[in-house]
């Protein structure tokens, strides 16, 4: 059980973490195309905090390598980008639009989803292993996918209609790559 200490070892423990948020982001993406939303959103959510444990861990551990911070984004794509933009498209624009708006839908789905892997690509290029900034530049993927999931919410329950989600995610999707400045918690 070495290799769970070990910081080279691609199973050390922050790492199984990180396994875990993808597989719960698989998991996820699934039980959304079963239009099984509530089990899907757990299962997200669940992938979240496997994210903020791995991290801790990595760090208290001193685990972080380039392999699990590359891994970290792959998790963080599954599960902060293309997961809750499936939801929406899956819960909120196939049942509303159609037609030329399902297309709008589309190309805001596809915008939100480019800016994300964009935003991960940039902190992947700039990151170093264990080290931690006192705030983000633009909004972080974790960040977006609870705002998107504010958005979801809102659609179900509170009746804002999918041009509403459309607008919102554009703006989300915009604020990933902006200069906003958010603390790092």
């Given at each position: 059980m070495k290799f769970l200490w070990t910081p080279s070892s691609h199973f050390n423990l922050a790492n199984l973490f990180t396994f875990v948020n993808i597989t719960a982001g698989l998991l996820a993406v699934y039980f959304i195309t079963q239009n099984n939303f509530f089990v899907a959103i757990i299962l997200a959510w669940i992938g979240g905090a496997f994210d903020i444990f791995d991290g801790k861990i990595a760090r208290k551990y001193q685990l972080s390598n380039e392999f699990g911070i590359q891994l970290d984004s792959f998790a963080d794509f599954l599960s902060f980008v293309l997961v809750p933009v499936f939801l929406i498209f899956q819960a909120s624009y196939a049942p509303e639009l159609h037609g030329f708006w399902l297309i709008v839908?589309?190309?805001?789905?596809?915008?939100?989803?480019?800016?994300?892997?964009?935003?991960?690509?940039?902190?992947?290029?700039?990151?170093?292993?264990?080290?931690?900034?006192?705030?983000?530049?633009?909004?972080?993927?974790?960040?977006?996918?609870?705002?998107?999931?504010?958005?979801?919410?809102?659609?179900?329950?509170?009746?804002?209609?999918?041009?509403?989600?459309?607008?919102?995610?554009t703006i989300i999707g915009w604020s990933l790559n902006s200069k906003l400045k958010v603390p790092h918690p």
């Open positions: 839908a589309a190309v805001a789905s596809i915008y939100y989803v480019i800016s994300g892997l964009r935003r991960l690509i940039h902190f992947n290029l700039n990151a170093d292993a264990g080290e931690v900034d006192k705030y983000f530049t633009g909004v972080p993927t974790p960040l977006g996918a609870i705002l998107l999931w504010l958005v979801y919410l809102a659609n179900t329950y509170v009746g804002l209609s999918a041009y509403g989600v459309i607008i919102a995610m």
